[in-house]
Protein backbone atom coordinates (compact mmCIF):
# COMPACT_ATOMS: atom_id res chain seq x y z
CA UNK A 1 0.00 0.00 0.00
CA UNK A 2 1.36 3.53 -1.15
CA UNK A 3 1.40 7.01 1.09
CA UNK A 4 -1.84 7.87 -0.84
CA UNK A 5 -3.55 4.99 -0.51
CA UNK A 6 -3.19 5.12 3.33
CA UNK A 7 -3.94 8.31 3.22
CA UNK A 8 -7.14 8.20 1.77
CA UNK A 9 -7.96 4.81 3.95
CA UNK A 10 -7.27 7.12 7.10
CA UNK A 11 -9.42 10.25 5.25
CA UNK A 12 -12.31 7.51 4.74
CA UNK A 13 -12.10 6.53 7.95
CA UNK A 14 -12.03 9.80 9.67
CA UNK A 15 -14.89 10.39 7.48
CA UNK A 16 -16.59 7.22 8.64
CA UNK A 17 -16.08 8.17 12.66
CA UNK A 18 -17.32 11.70 11.98
CA UNK A 19 -20.18 10.43 10.29
CA UNK A 20 -20.69 8.19 13.08
CA UNK A 21 -21.04 10.69 15.63
CA UNK A 22 -22.98 13.17 13.50
CA UNK A 23 -25.76 10.21 13.43
CA UNK A 24 -25.37 9.31 17.12
CA UNK A 25 -25.77 13.02 17.98
CA UNK A 26 -28.67 13.63 15.65
CA UNK A 27 -30.50 10.52 16.74
CA UNK A 28 -30.31 11.61 20.44
CA UNK A 29 -31.72 15.29 19.37
CA UNK A 30 -34.45 13.59 17.79
CA UNK A 31 -35.11 10.86 20.77
CA UNK A 32 -35.34 14.14 22.98
CA UNK A 33 -37.42 15.94 20.96
CA UNK A 34 -39.60 12.66 20.80
CA UNK A 35 -39.26 12.36 24.65
CA UNK A 36 -40.16 16.44 25.43
CA UNK A 37 -43.19 15.87 23.06
CA UNK A 38 -44.68 12.53 24.76
CA UNK A 39 -44.22 14.32 28.25
CA UNK A 40 -46.35 16.94 27.22
CA UNK A 41 -49.18 14.43 25.55
CA UNK A 42 -49.13 12.86 29.06
CA UNK A 43 -48.59 15.73 31.16
CA UNK A 44 -51.76 17.07 29.13
CA UNK A 45 -53.65 14.17 29.28
CA UNK A 46 -53.06 13.44 33.10
CA UNK A 47 -54.44 17.37 33.65
CA UNK A 48 -57.25 16.43 31.63
CA UNK A 49 -57.94 13.45 33.75
CA UNK A 50 -57.31 15.70 37.00
CA UNK A 51 -59.91 17.95 35.73
CA UNK A 52 -62.63 15.66 35.49
CA UNK A 53 -61.89 14.08 38.76
CA UNK A 54 -62.18 17.48 39.69
CA UNK A 55 -65.50 18.22 38.23
CA UNK A 56 -66.94 14.75 39.57
CA UNK A 57 -65.58 16.08 43.16
CA UNK A 58 -67.40 19.45 42.87
CA UNK A 59 -70.73 17.85 41.54
CA UNK A 60 -70.67 15.06 44.26
CA UNK A 61 -70.08 17.25 47.02
CA UNK A 62 -72.75 19.72 45.64
CA UNK A 63 -75.40 16.50 45.14
CA UNK A 64 -74.63 15.30 48.35
CA UNK A 65 -74.97 18.80 50.34
CA UNK A 66 -78.37 18.98 48.41
CA UNK A 67 -79.33 15.90 49.99
CA UNK A 68 -79.47 13.42 46.65
CA UNK A 69 -79.38 9.94 47.55
CA UNK A 70 -76.12 7.93 47.25
CA UNK A 71 -77.52 5.54 44.24
CA UNK A 72 -78.86 8.89 42.50
CA UNK A 73 -75.39 10.32 42.56
CA UNK A 74 -73.96 7.16 41.74
CA UNK A 75 -75.88 6.94 38.44
CA UNK A 76 -75.12 10.45 37.34
CA UNK A 77 -71.45 10.17 37.72
CA UNK A 78 -71.18 6.17 36.63
CA UNK A 79 -69.82 5.14 39.48
CA UNK A 80 -70.02 2.39 42.02
CA UNK A 81 -72.02 3.48 44.98
CA UNK A 82 -68.84 2.37 47.38
CA UNK A 83 -67.11 4.82 45.27
CA UNK A 84 -69.45 7.46 45.80
CA UNK A 85 -69.40 6.68 49.45
CA UNK A 86 -65.92 7.03 50.12
CA UNK A 87 -65.70 10.22 48.29
CA UNK A 88 -68.59 11.41 49.20
CA UNK A 89 -66.46 11.06 52.86
CA UNK A 90 -63.64 12.59 51.50
CA UNK A 91 -65.54 15.58 50.37
CA UNK A 92 -67.36 16.65 53.74
CA UNK A 93 -63.37 16.65 55.18
CA UNK A 94 -61.71 17.98 52.58
CA UNK A 95 -64.41 20.13 50.44
CA UNK A 96 -63.21 20.94 46.88
CA UNK A 97 -63.03 24.84 46.10
CA UNK A 98 -66.21 26.24 44.08
CA UNK A 99 -65.78 28.14 41.17
Excluded at 54 to 77: N, Y
Amino acid sequence: MGIEEAIIQELKAQALREGRQKGIEKGLQEGREEGREEGRKEGREEGREEGKWQKTRLFVFRADRKGMSVADIAELVDLPAEKVEALIQEVRLNPPEEH
